[in-house]
């Protein structure tokens, strides 16, 4: 038996798996950095600028986009709604993600939504990594009705099934009823959201597409 046999049967110690987390936790790091320092370059914004949006402190996204702190999960969703980017474009980069992604049911990434009211739950169902990162799927449930639902615009196209439930969606100056098994297309660019929301609760899959890398 070789050396080289030999190491291969050697048992992995917990110094082994603690120096994998220390490196994959420092890669982690540095790609949430880049990332966040590509996002805030894209809207013209100062270190400054993003903390006053995100209501963070500039120290903290200095320490972020210079790979000196970690950014927890709540950190990044202020940032994500800052940036008006989903949580999962931080990680995009990042050598250890796969081009499969599975979701379990219930167990998709919450994002909140400007202006969404309580009884509005928005489930991001994972997203691919570049070059694949063309889809942006997301669940939408909604069990309680609001006197004003805001409406959206977003470059792409996206694609409404309907689940459960009853609502009129509203497209430009156009209402469309949508019932269980319904779907409709159309170009991100015009505001649309959910109008009147008829029958509660209601589930719908939402799946923007977008501009691969973007």
Sequence with gaps: ????????????????????????????????????????????????????????????????????ASPSLATLARLSEALAVPVTAFFRGLSEEQDVVFVKAGSGLDIQHKGSGPGHRYQMLGIMRAPHDSLEPMLVTLTERTEVFPLYQHAGTELIFMISGKMEYCYGSSRYLLEPGDAIQFVGEVMHGPGELISLPIQFLAIKSVTPGG
């Design 1 to 68: 038996m070789t050396d080289d046999d030999n190491a291969a049967l050697a048992p992995v110690t917990n110094t082994d798996l603690e120096a994998e987390a220390t490196g994959l936790e420092e890669a982690l790091g540095a790609v949430i950095a880049e990332r966040v320092r590509e996002f805030r370059i894209r809207h013209g914004w100062t270190v400054g600028k993003l903390a006053e949006e995100s209501n963070l402190s500039k120290g903290m996204l200095s320490k972020i986009e210079n790979v000196q």
